[in-house]
T-cell receptor
Framework: EAGVAQSPRYKIIEKRQSVAFWCNPI?????LYWYQQILGQGPKLLIQ????????DSQLPKDRFSAERLKGVDSTLKIQPAKLEDSAVYLC????????????????FGQGTRLTVV | DQQVKQNSPSLSVQEGRISILNCDYT??????FLWYKKYPAEGPTFLIS?????DKNEDGRFTVFLNKSAKHLSLHIVPSQPGDSAVYFC????????????FGTGTRLQVFP
């Protein structure tokens, strides 16, 4: 079974530039997450999709970050304009959950995109 | 507000001994807990989970214990192996809600020969 695919693996940009990350979840997974992991911290949820609808984006800095999930499959996360503090690893994850089960199922993560803003 | 806490940033254990990683949470609505392992330059990989109806779940060398009254869970690795050296994240969610997976800050485990 193919895992969660993310690209690019690494990106270096100057502050105030824009950047986009792409994620292809595991086939059939209804839920897709974008996490930001700053060095030395745990992953922080930015946005969660169920199919192509947004379930939670309460921690997404909406003045500069945007995300979409096309046709309930692939997703892109964009930052415009980038700031120095956006330097982090951006992780995409997916899970089978369709909201009908009783207890949670594990989320599967991609390798992440390491963003460095200089 | 850090709802999931891992107070030990690092742990060093000798090969063959037991590794115990701890995690505390503040939200009593959490009812499903997961442990993830992360190697450098890779995404976290799922290790083991436990639902709130249980107090123990075992999978090979890995056992997770849940103490709901103390809002505490722990991961035991017995025996520890050098390949277990990684960062371990505890995560929690509320199954009946939006399924938002909240992570702790991680504990770096180093298993030495």
């Amino acid at each position: 079974e193919a895992g969660v695919a993310q690209s690019p693996r690494y990106k270096i940009i100057e502050k105030r530039q824009s950047v986009a990350f792409w994620c292809n979840p595991i086939s059939g997974h209804a839920t897709l997450y974008w996490y930001q992991q700053i060095l030395g911290q745990g992953p922080k949820l930015l946005i969660q999709f169920q199919n192509n609808g947004v379930v939670d984006d309460s921690q997404l800095p909406k003045d500069r970050f945007s995300a979409e999930r096309l046709k309930g499959v692939d997703s892109t996360l964009k930052i415009q304009p980038a700031k120095l503090e956006d330097s982090a690893v951006y992780l995409c994850a997916s899970s089978l959950d369709t909201g009908q089960r009783v207890f949670g199922t594990e989320a599967f993560f991609g390798q992440g995109t390491r963003l460095t803003v200089v | 507000d850090q709802q999931v806490k891992q107070n030990s940033p690092s742990l060093s254990v000798q090969e063959g001994r037991i590794s115990i990683l701890n995690c505390d949470y503040t939200n009593s609505m959490f009812d499903y807990f997961l442990w993830y392992k992360k190697y450098p330059a890779e995404g976290p990989t799922f290790l083991i989970s436990i639902s709130s109806i249980k107090d123990k779940n075992e999978d090979g060398r890995f056992t997770v214990f849940l103490n709901k009254s103390a809002k505490h869970l722990s991961l035991h690795i017995v025996p520890s192996q050098p390949g277990d050296s990684a960062v371990y994240f505890c995560a929690a969610l509320r199954s009946y809600n939006t399924d938002k997976l909240i992570f702790g800050t991680g504990t770096r485990l180093q298993v030495f020969p």
